[in-house]
């Protein structure tokens, strides 16, 4: 029976690896370690490259059919195990216990929709003298690496349809949350042939050497832009392909025909579901003059009810910033918003309390150039802005080098998807927000990301186009 509270090891060819040293993991909530992580060393990284890099030409050519299989049967291993896992989760990460149970449970899901998927063959050409097909081949050998926001469900937005495709993986969680991805790698040893995932955790060496890697062939990146450049440059020296989901600075518009009182609490939400630290949350929220005050003080209202806490006690709605990095950051943009003197809704104060906590805080319609409106805060602070006009909000939302996501919010859905489909984002939401499925593509456009994650798009960012031509036996002539 597995231990999800001890005796972390890696996976590098379906076996249990112990790191070269290791590396302490905090409660955010406490802020104090309650684990030691395996730390790898350059030459672990290189046995789980060789590892993958073995066991790629089997799994190449095994049936796409069962890799389908494997590939939805790991749904079944995260679903069995979602107790232990989602628990452990929370101790690492710092969310509620049900929203790590969704993350958890959300990998599953993502597994077993996207083993749905199939790989297109298409027909080119077709005449007398010839044949012509292009298909999709794998790349080879992949190395993921997984953000701390989401650790599981975005590490199987890279693993699956790798997997999918035919290509074997080397996989780093986040530093800051590693266990779960280990205890994950551990149950899937059996399920999937040895050397197909491999799962290796280190600090910050750990990611420099895999996107440098001569052996790996793509990089696919869940994290900030700034680290994306970092990636996009390091992989260029050997020219692995890419799939960078960066940052975002997702605007919502509300329009002044909503329900206030029936949109308030979906918008609250939108911006502040996980502390904020949602890359697709909104960062933004233009408002219509004519609704700005009843809005605002609605959102104040529903926010105060907000329990904010330790994610392992009853009741908590939102936990704690992640890591100590991030926390100095939000309260970085928090004190310049207070030197500026903008005005806090609600929020703003800081603890002395153990624990990287953040209160919800509401900033008053600040200038459009200020940094909490430009810079992404992924934390629990909300610029709520007023617009009397609907071109100026667009142009508002547009100006920004971000382009990862944007939702237009109004009683008339023609409306606002006339509004939605000129905003410069990959995905737009109308009256919802964060609705991602394995089946539909989500990228960011600017500098929110290069490439796509989900449905067939995302499939085919894990394959070389392939097209092969057969040549026909000449026809004999007829006879004279």
Same mark, same amino acid.
């Given at each position: 029976?597995? #231990?999800?509270?001890? %005796? $972390?090891?890696?996976? =590098?060819?379906?076996?249990?690896?112990?790191?070269?040293?290791? $590396?302490?993991? *905090?409660?955010?909530a406490t802020e104090q370690p309650f684990a030691q992580a395996p730390d790898a060393s350059r030459e672990q990284l290189d046995q789980a490259v060789a590892a993958a890099r073995a066991a790629f030409p089997a799994w190449a050519a095994t049936p796409y059919a069962e890799r389908q299989k494997l590939v939805a049967g790991i749904a079944g291993v995260l679903a069995q195990n979602v107790d232990g896992l989602h628990r452990l989760l929370t101790r690492e990460q710092g969310k509620p216990h049900g929203d790590a149970q969704g993350d958890v449970m959300g990998g599953a899901y993502w597994c077993q929709a996207a083993s749905t998927l199939e790989l297109p063959v298409s027909v080119v050409e077709d005449t007398a003298e010839r044949r012509g097909e292009t298909r999709h081949v794998p790349l080879g050998v992949v190395g993921a690496i997984a953000p701390w926001n989401f650790p599981v469900l975005l590490a199987f937005f890279k693993v699956a349809p790798a997997l999918l495709a035919g290509n074997t993986l080397v996989l780093k969680p986040s530093p800051f949350t590693p266990l779960t991805t280990l205890k994950i790698g551990e149950l899937l040893r059996g399920h999937l042939p040895d050397g197909v995932l491999n799962v290796v955790t280190g600090g910050d060496s750990l990611g420099p050497w895999m996107t440098s890697h001569p052996g790996i062939d793509k990089i696919s990146f869940t994290g900030s832009t700034q680290t994306g450049r970092k990636v996009m440059a390091s992989a260029a020296e050997t020219l692995k392909r890419v799939t960078l989901e960066l940052g975002g600075n997702d605007a919502a518009i509300v /329009? @002044?025909? !909503?329900?206030?009182?029936?949109?308030? &609490?979906? /918008? $609250?939400?939108?911006? $502040?579901r996980n502390t904020g630290q949602i890359c697709i949350a909104t960062k933004r929220m233009y408002v219509h003059k004519d609704i700005y005050e @009843? *809005? +605002?003080?609605? /959102?104040?209202?529903?926010? +105060?009810? !907000?329990?904010?806490? %330790?994610?392992? &006690?009853?009741?908590?709605? /939102?936990? @704690? =910033?992640q890591n100590k990095q991030q926390y100095a950051r939000v309260l970085e943009l928090i004190a310049d918003a207070k030197a500026k003197g903008y005005k806090f809704l609600i929020g703003g104060e800081t603890s002395e309390a153990p624990g990287y906590f953040v209160p919800i805080s509401i900033i008053d319609n600040p200038p459009e150039d200020s940094r909490i409106v430009q810079e992404e805060q992924f934390g629990p602070v909300l610029p709520l802005l007023k617009f009397d006009n609907l071109e100026e909000a667009i142009s508002r939302a547009n100006a920004s080098d971000y382009g *990862?996501?944007?939702?237009?919010? #109004?009683?008339?859905e023609d409306a606002a998807l006339a509004v939605g489909q000129r905003l410069q984002a990959g995905t737009i939401w109308i009256n919802e927000t964060q609705h991602i499925s394995p089946l539909g593509a989500f990228g960011g456009h600017k500098q929110s990301g *290069?490439?796509?994650e989900g449905a067939l798009e995302g499939l085919l960012e894990y394959t070389n186009a392939q097209t092969v031509y057969v040549r026909k036996k000449a026809v004999a002539p007829a006879a004279g």
């Open positions: 029976m597995t #231990s999800f509270d001890s %005796d $972390f090891t890696m996976t =590098i060819g379906g076996k249990a690896v112990a790191g070269a040293a290791t $590396f302490p993991v *905090l409660n955010p /329009l @002044p025909d !909503v329900d206030v009182a029936a949109v308030a &609490e979906q /918008l $609250f939400w939108a911006a $502040f @009843p *809005l +605002k003080a609605a /959102l104040v209202a529903y926010a +105060k009810s !907000v329990k904010m806490g %330790d994610g392992a &006690e009853q009741g908590t709605q /939102l936990g @704690p =910033i *990862l996501g944007a939702s237009v919010w #109004s009683a008339d *290069l490439g796509s």
